[in-house]
């Protein structure tokens, strides 16, 4: 980690055009082990840890349990959201700063997210309200169009 201090409390992980953390690839670990990554303010940064779990109901601390025989809904992947303010802030770097935040986010180096959620219109993170029809009772979308920024900065 490349940290940068913001108070005596707070430090983020600079990315920029020559550094960008990276992870080593995330490897299915082997049935009754798991993997673990910690961040904190101690000073962790996504440290990998490996462990098994008890079949103990008497450990001591926080106690889960896991019933592998029944299933819920499937994971489809892991992402975020790509607002407005965010892509003015990814859009705001050099383009090798860019790569190496993208990579950070999508690559098997990184984190590797596989979705993205895209506000509809403008958000709450956003610099301005806009809509993608302006006109008044145009049920029939006549008038529908993308803003500036989703051509300019999501699309």
Do not use: W
């Not at 992980?13 to 953390?21: F, K």
């Not at 994971?75 to 993208?102: E, Y």
């Amino acid at each position: 980690c490349s940290p940068k201090y913001f108070g005596r409390d707070a430090m983020v992980c600079v990315c920029n055009a020559t550094y960008c953390d990276t992870l080593d690839p995330v490897v299915l670990p082997a049935p009754g082990t798991y993997v673990k990554y910690e961040s904190s303010k101690a000073g962790k940064r996504l440290e990998r840890s490996e462990g098994s779990f008890q079949r103990s109901l008497h450990a001591p601390g926080l106690l889960l349990t896991l019933n592998p025989s029944v299933l819920y809904q499937p994971v489809k992947g892991f992402g975020g959201s790509l607002s407005d303010s965010a892509a003015i802030n990814i859009l705001g770097l050099s383009p090798p700063a860019q790569d190496n935040l993208l990579r950070s986010y999508f690559s098997e180096s990184g984190i590797e997210y596989n979705l993205l959620r895209l506000p509809m219109a403008c958000s709450d993170f956003s610099v301005r309200p806009y809509s993608y029809d302006e006109v008044p009772h145009d049920y029939e979308l006549k008038h529908f169009k993308l803003a500036e920024e989703d051509v300019k900065m999501k699309v």
